[in-house]
């Protein structure tokens, strides 16, 4: 997914503190037919008419989706529809019954002509962290917007449903827009009006799949190995954010992604859709990305750093590799109401994660140094923040039960970590000739886009196309949970666990104390009686100054999100300012980042009578 959740540490510290067409026409036999109205919105909310396929039962219900692939998290799209209403052809209302929160029950179904409803969107209801334990937001770049006339981010799940039965059935989309709003989908419109578009889906799930942005018309596009690939900016309040000055390094990222994939990639459309958030309280709070098989749709602040854009695209484009072309049957057959989820988080997040690094060594992005520092950050937090003796397969198989639900993003740093094992022992064991990607590869020729997997069944396959010490692993580690020494594996590449000092990634927190403090009345703080913390001297910061903005964003004592992100993840050295009341007396503060560093099990190049085998592995 990534869901790459840039704050994802934050995670552990929150104890701290109608213009529709009115065609009574059924639907063809094996079609259902959904128009949304993005132009005559109304109280914040979008018009949906669906019109399923032939119907024969005398009672039939429609659902939205409680969960979609990708997120490992609960949604109930239902809770933001409103007034849902069923008719038949000659307009008359039929009875309707609200099962659940995302079911309605559609009495007299045999004449069933339409359904109509009213949607609310997601981004201005959002409240704490979407991977809290017990949360119920969405995360935002799973979510939906609507902002009559400036935009609309159409997460479909948001928006369509299914009709009993009619799931695999093909869906006809129409969209009708503002004529200055351009709609950026990896789908294709079969509509040549510029005010209304039209896309044909295969079934429910490419609906679901197939995200589409309306904004102003900020849209770049390039093309590389026959693939074309579009990318879409809504950036309302920082213009320098736009599509233009992100396509040279998306170009580029992408292009290495392709060289590195090879055949292994067959997209021919890619869409990315990036979404500038204010932060406010009636705006997305949820930053990184959500993958789709053709498209990616991700949210970030006014002040995103291009660096973060760009990793937490590459993983999401990995993406197109698993779980697109490798994938259980518990993904392919998603049961959007009532999920099994599939054992295999460790591949799904883990091996596209560990890509995401790897390919940037390999095509010349980074040098080794860069790459390994970024692993040794993997095992600090993999074990500062998260259970390292937990089975892998059972945390994905339960991951919706909220005690698993915040282990979850241990998929991004051990199950990276694991991937990293895991090819160097295929290296090991082939001299070099083989790695996971290839074994990849080899598994897309197995399976592809329309054959999964047996679930139960898939670590012996991948143990089967490997070797025995591949199983081992998978089984001791993955599987039983039993914590890893990793200088058994990356030894073989030369590579040693030694101690290093690792900067802090949020600058307020160290040693497991956080520098701030509020009041009753949520005004913020500086607390740092001690010295100790090196951010807070190279600032000017003193004890008790009451902070009011971070590098020019406010500071919300009630978000603990919005508090910390100004401090999240800086670059040792990097111009940082503040805005401060100190004695009654506003200030201004400037200065340098400094960060105080932890001391962790770090990965070195150690070896060099290894080289050769280390270079397969990074370059081969």
Avoid at 50 to 66: C, D, E, M, N, R
Avoid at 404 to 432: F, H, T, W
Avoid at 466 to 477: D, K, M, N, R, S
Wanted: charged share 25%.
């Amino acid at each position: 997914m990534k869901k790459h959740l840039l704050l994802l540490l934050l995670l552990q510290l929150v104890i701290w503190s109608c213009s529709t067409t009115k065609d009574t026409v059924r639907s063809s036999k094996n079609e259902v037919k959904a128009t949304l109205d993005l132009v005559n919105v109304s109280n914040d909310k979008v018009k949906v008419t669906v019109k399923p396929a032939q119907i024969t039962a005398t009672t039939i219900s429609y659902q939205l989706a409680k969960i979609i692939p990708g997120t490992y998290a609960i949604a109930d799209y239902g809770r933001y529809v409103d007034d849902f209403k069923a008719y038949d052809a000659s307009g008359k209302e039929l009875t309707v019954t609200k099962k659940d929160v995302n079911t309605w029950t559609i009495s007299n179904a045999n004449q069933l002509d339409r359904v109509e409803y009213l949607v609310n969107d997601t981004y201005d209801s959002e409240e704490g962290q979407a991977f809290a334990e017990n949360s119920t937001t969405i995360f935002s770049p799973a979510g939906t917007n609507i902002l009559q006339g400036e935009n609309f981010m159409l997460n479909l799940c948001g928006f369509v449903g299914y009709f009993d039965n009619q799931k695999d059935f093909t869906y006809k989309l129409t969209v009708n827009h503002p004529k200055d709003l351009v709609g950026t989908t990896a789908l294709i419109d079969t509509d040549k009006s510029d005010t209304n578009d039209i896309f044909q889906l295969s079934r429910y799930a490419e609906v679901v799949d197939s995200p589409i942005m309306y904004a102003k018309p900020d849209v770049s596009s390039f093309s590389v190995d026959g693939m074309d690939v579009y990318l879409h900016v809504y950036s309302p309040r920082n213009k320098s954010i736009n599509s233009q000055a992100l396509l040279p390094d998306i170009k580029k990222m992408i292009t290495a992604q392709k060289k590195f994939l090879g055949k292994i990639n067959t997209t021919k459309k890619y869409a990315i859709l990036v979404y500038i958030t204010s932060m406010n309280n009636d705006d997305a709070k949820g930053l990184g990305a959500l993958e789709h098989n053709t498209s990616t749709t991700a949210t970030f602040k006014d002040d995103m750093k291009i660096t973060e854009l760009i990793h937490v695209i590459s993983h999401e484009f990995f993406h197109t590799l698993t779980p697109l072309k490798v994938h259980s049957k518990e993904i392919h057959d998603f049961d959007f109401n009532q999920p099994q989820m599939s054992q295999h988080l460790w591949m799904y997040e883990g091996f596209t994660e560990y890509f995401a690094n790897l390919f940037q060594v390999k095509e010349g992005l980074i040098d080794a140094a860069v790459f390994y520092n970024t692993m040794s950050e993997k095992l600090l937090n993999s074990r500062t923040y998260f259970k390292d003796d937990l089975s892998f397969t059972e945390m994905s198989k339960n991951v919706l039960v909220p005690a698993m639900k915040k282990q979850y993003p241990n998929v991004y740093e051990k199950g990276a970590l694991m991937a990293m094992c895991l090819d160097v022992i295929i290296r090991d064991k082939s001299n070099g000739k083989r790695g996971i990607l290839s074994v990849m590869g080899e598994l897309s020729q197995i399976y592809g886009p329309t054959r999964p997997f047996d679930d139960n069944a898939f670590i012996a396959e991948f143990t089967k196309i490997t070797y025995p010490e591949v199983g081992e692993f998978l089984q001791t580690h993955i599987v039983k949970g039993v914590p890893i020494n990793y200088n058994e594996y990356l030894s073989k590449v030369g590579v040693s666990t030694i101690k290093v000092q690792i900067p802090v990634k949020i600058a307020f927190y160290f040693d497991n104390k956080m520098f701030l403090k509020m009041d009753e009345k949520k005004n913020v703080y500086i607390d740092a009686k001690d010295g100790s913390n090196e951010f807070i001297k190279a600032i000017g910061f003193e004890n008790n100054d009451q902070v009011m903005e971070l590098n020019g964003i406010p500071v919300n004592g009630e978000d603990i999100n919005k508090l910390l992100m100004p401090v999240y993840g800086l670059e040792v050295g990097a111009p940082f300012k503040a805005k401060i009341i100190r004695n009654g007396s506003e200030k201004q503060l400037s200065g340098s980042v400094k960060l105080n560093t932890s001391e962790g099990d770090g990965f070195r190049y150690t070896d060099t009578s290894k080289q050769a085998l280390n270079q397969l592995w990074l370059k081969g």
